[in-house]
């Protein structure tokens, strides 16, 4: 089983607020995502990182914003939320030093914004 | 363009049977092709990997299947169960950069009914 963390599991809350999703790995995996999920469509990254004080933007344009200060913590950032936000939201680490560039996910976080 | 397409978007059988899922991809030049497992409201886990020089890879009920040639991968899962319902999602690595860029599927939905 895969040892990556996303909290809040569910979150609701109001257009304007701002949010943060936590994502952590105990693997000393150098890479990190977050990926998009809607219903019937296939996952859309919205941000990378090679390692610490390393991000990029993916894909998918996103307002969201991301950092990588320690090697096992990779949050994600909504400064002001807005209904369109309303997704699940994917975290993942890969180790692309020697592993098999397999994907970990997280559980995901339920976001509903109204 | 690179893509990735799955078959059936859905599918319904009923617990003991077999059925087979397909993937078709235009991903190039190609590196490896995963299937992941979706449960409902969970993130994704690796079922398989297969590189270019696979054929066959199975990991217990489930026996991935590649052919480079015609770019086509399937999953077969035997004697269904319950726990089998699920999205099934095929993710291909390009090799065209040290990045190792992943497409997605949109997944095909199986439920199995007892």
């Known amino acids: 089983e895969a040892d990556i963390y996303q909290t809040p599991r569910y979150l609701v809350i109001g257009t304007g607020k701002k949010i943060t999703l936590e994502c952590s790995q105990t693997m000393g995996h150098d890479k990190m995502y977050w990926y998009q999920q809607d219903p019937g469509m296939e996952l859309h990254l919205i941000h990378y990182?090679?390692?610490?004080?390393?991000?990029e933007k993916g894909d998918l344009s996103s307002e969201s914003t991301v950092s990588r200060i320690r090697t096992e913590h990779f949050p994600l950032t909504l400064e002001s939320a807005r209904p369109s936000h309303t997704s699940q939201y994917l975290c993942?680490?890969?180790?692309?030093?020697?592993?098999?560039?397999?994907?970990?996910f997280g559980e995901g976080s339920r976001l509903t914004v109204l | 363009k690179n893509q990735v397409e799955q078959s059936p978007q859905s599918l319904i059988i009923l617990e003991g049977k077999n059925c087979t899922l397909q993937c078709n991809y235009t991903v190039s030049p190609f590196s490896n092709l995963r299937w992941y497992k979706q449960d409902t409201g969970r993130g994704p886990v690796s079922l398989t990997i297969m590189t270019f020089s696979e054929n066959t890879k199975s990991n217990g009920r489930y026996t991935a299947t590649l052919d480079a040639d015609t770019k086509q991968s399937s999953l077969h899962i035997t004697a269904s169960q319950l726990s089998d319902s699920a999205s099934y999602i095929c993710?291909?690595?390009?090799?065209?950069?040290?990045?190792?860029?992943?497409?997605f599927g949109r997944g095909t939905q199986l439920t199995v009914w007892p």
């Open positions: 993710v291909v690595t390009d090799r065209g950069s040290t990045l190792g860029r992943l497409y």
């Open positions: 990182s090679y390692g610490v004080n390393s991000t």
């Open positions: 993942a680490s890969s180790d692309t030093r020697g592993g098999t560039g397999e994907l970990f």
